[in-house]
């Protein structure tokens, strides 16, 4: 059993880290108190390889293994939230199930665009009023076959990247019976006349990740526009929700490193009763919790990645990752706040903005609970 990253793992990391770095940490403040997406990183990402981590090299993309791509994105959320999380989405949402299920047309209309950095990112659209956890019961979007065409009809909401994809893979009812094969993927360019992007929502924390609703009023894309098989819909969704669960663990581990190195570095310079505060045992024991913490997070995550690279089946490793990373990224953060005592209240210290950020990772992808659930039926299944 070996735990030690391949030689490529390691170059690629050390690329990645410079580049965040020098690219991404530094505009992360102004990133959130303007509630802008950094386009001027994001457009020398494509020749890196992190605009198509998962996409075939025929298509321009980089075509890294599993781990890697955990590595990508935990280094961009060390460096920004906002920037992590939008190309989490873009990676993990928008361009997995293109990847893993789209025809040969649509792969090569859209995966070059979206790998090159010419173009916007990917997006993928699930959820709805009344369809958070529940989809296979709670879709309420209708797409129906009209001539050569689908036509959408319905409203999203909590749509990641919407203002700034190429296009949106729209989780649509296209069979009204209801059971677990009446859902398909369609994708949307967000262009096409009838779809409404609506204003950005604003949130607690990622301000520089864009959220919209969505309303689709007699959308008409072609029949080729489908994704993978119609029907097969809910599948398409667990099995994409499967991957975008290690893309979130590893942004959280990103997250809490950037805060655990905040806290470590403040300990060490912050004189409090004539000593430095990283002396009191109080504020050790924190670090030591959040060093631990840390460091089983991204083997969970990087466990779940190589069982997903070696094909094996990796659904309750992905679910028992992102609900370990995501919760140790909330801890960590809040903890290093404690440690900054009340300047980590204050916007002027990154913890602050930390904290709001890693707030969020317990609850997209699979909230904790519907992961607890996730993890609980494979045990009892002995899986």
Same mark, same amino acid.
């Given at each position: 059993?070996?735990?030690?990253?391949t030689?490529e793992?390691r170059?690629?990391?050390?690329v990645v880290h410079?580049? #965040?770095?020098?690219?991404?940490?530094p505009?992360?403040?102004e990133?959130?108190?303007?509630?802008?997406?950094?386009w001027?990183?994001t &457009?020398?990402?494509g020749?890196?390889?992190l605009l198509?981590?998962?996409?075939?090299?025929?298509y321009?993309?980089?075509a890294?293994?599993?781990?890697s791509?955990?590595?990508?994105?935990?280094e961009?959320g060390?460096?920004?939230?906002?920037t992590?999380?939008?190309?989490?989405?873009?990676?993990?949402?928008?361009?997995?199930?293109?990847?893993?299920f789209?025809?040969?047309?649509?792969? =090569? &209309?859209?995966l070059?665009?979206?790998?090159s950095?010419?173009?916007?990112?990917?997006?993928?659209a699930l959820t709805?009023?009344?369809a958070g956890?529940?989809?296979q019961?709670g879709v309420?979007?209708?797409?129906e076959?009209?001539?050569?065409?689908? #036509?959408?009809?319905?409203?999203k909401?909590?749509c990641?990247?919407?203002?700034i994809?190429? +296009?949106?893979?729209t989780?649509a009812?296209t069979?009204?019976a209801?059971s677990?094969?009446s859902?398909?993927?369609?994708?949307v360019p967000t262009?096409t006349?009838?779809?409404?992007?609506?204003?950005?929502?604003?949130?607690?924390?990622?301000?520089?990740?864009p959220?919209?609703a969505l309303?689709?009023e007699?959308?008409?894309?072609?029949l080729?526009?489908l994704i993978?098989?119609?029907h097969?819909?809910?599948?398409?969704?667990?099995?994409?929700?499967?991957g975008?669960?290690?893309?979130?663990g590893?942004?959280a581990?990103?997250?809490?490193?950037?805060?655990?190195?905040?806290?470590?570095?403040?300990?060490?310079q912050r004189?409090?009763?004539?000593k430095?505060?990283?002396?009191?045992?109080a504020?050790?024991?924190?670090?030591a919790d959040?060093?631990?913490?840390?460091e089983s997070a991204?083997?969970l995550? +990087?466990r779940?990645?190589w069982l997903?690279?070696?094909?094996?089946?990796?659904?309750?490793e992905?679910?028992?990752?992102?609900?370990?990373?995501?919760?140790?990224?909330?801890?960590?953060?809040?903890n290093?706040?404690?440690?900054?005592?009340?300047?980590?209240?204050?916007s002027?210290?990154? #913890?602050?903005?930390?904290?709001r950020?890693?707030?969020l990772?317990?609850?997209?992808?699979g909230?904790? =609970?519907i992961n607890?659930?996730?993890?609980?039926?494979?045990?009892?299944?002995n &899986?």
């Amino acid at each position: 059993m070996n735990f030690d990253l391949t030689e490529e793992q390691r170059m690629w990391q050390k690329v990645v880290h410079n580049f #965040v770095a020098a690219e991404v940490k530094p505009k992360a403040q102004e990133v959130d108190e303007t509630s802008t997406f950094n386009w001027q990183a994001t &457009r020398k990402m494509g020749p890196l390889g992190l605009l198509g981590l998962s996409i075939p090299e025929k298509y321009g993309g980089a075509a890294m293994d599993a781990i890697s791509a955990a590595i990508a994105i935990e280094e961009l959320g060390w460096g920004c939230g906002s920037t992590g999380l939008a190309l989490a989405a873009h990676n993990g949402l928008g361009t997995a199930p293109l990847i893993e299920f789209g025809s040969e047309t649509l792969k =090569e &209309r859209w995966l070059p665009l979206l790998a090159s950095g010419r173009g916007k990112l990917g997006a993928l659209a699930l959820t709805e009023s009344g369809a958070g956890s529940d989809l296979q019961g709670g879709v309420r979007t209708k797409a129906e076959k009209v001539g050569n065409e689908w #036509v959408l009809n319905g409203s999203k909401m909590w749509c990641t990247n919407a203002s700034i994809a190429e +296009y949106i893979i729209t989780l649509a009812r296209t069979n009204p019976a209801g059971s677990s094969r009446s859902l398909s993927m369609i994708l949307v360019p967000t262009n096409t006349p009838g779809l409404t992007i609506h204003p950005a929502e604003k949130k607690m924390g990622l301000k520089g990740s864009p959220t919209h609703a969505l309303s689709y009023e007699e959308v008409r894309v072609p029949l080729e526009n489908l994704i993978g098989e119609p029907h097969r819909g809910l599948h398409q969704t667990l099995s994409t929700l499967d991957g975008g669960r290690i893309s979130i663990g590893a942004l959280a581990v990103g997250l809490a490193q950037a805060a655990y190195e905040a806290a470590l570095d403040y300990a060490r310079q912050r004189q409090t009763f004539g000593k430095a505060l990283a002396e009191h045992q109080a504020i050790q024991f924190m670090l030591a919790d959040a060093a631990t913490e840390i460091e089983s997070a991204r083997l969970l995550v +990087y466990r779940a990645a190589w069982l997903k690279q070696q094909g094996r089946p990796y659904s309750k490793e992905a679910a028992m990752a992102k609900l370990f990373a995501s919760e140790t990224g909330e801890r960590v953060a809040r903890n290093a706040i404690q440690i900054h005592g009340g300047m980590g209240y204050s916007s002027q210290m990154p #913890v602050e903005r930390i904290y709001r950020d890693a707030r969020l990772m317990t609850i997209g992808e699979g909230t904790s =609970e519907i992961n607890r659930l996730v993890i609980a039926r494979q045990v009892l299944l002995n &899986r």
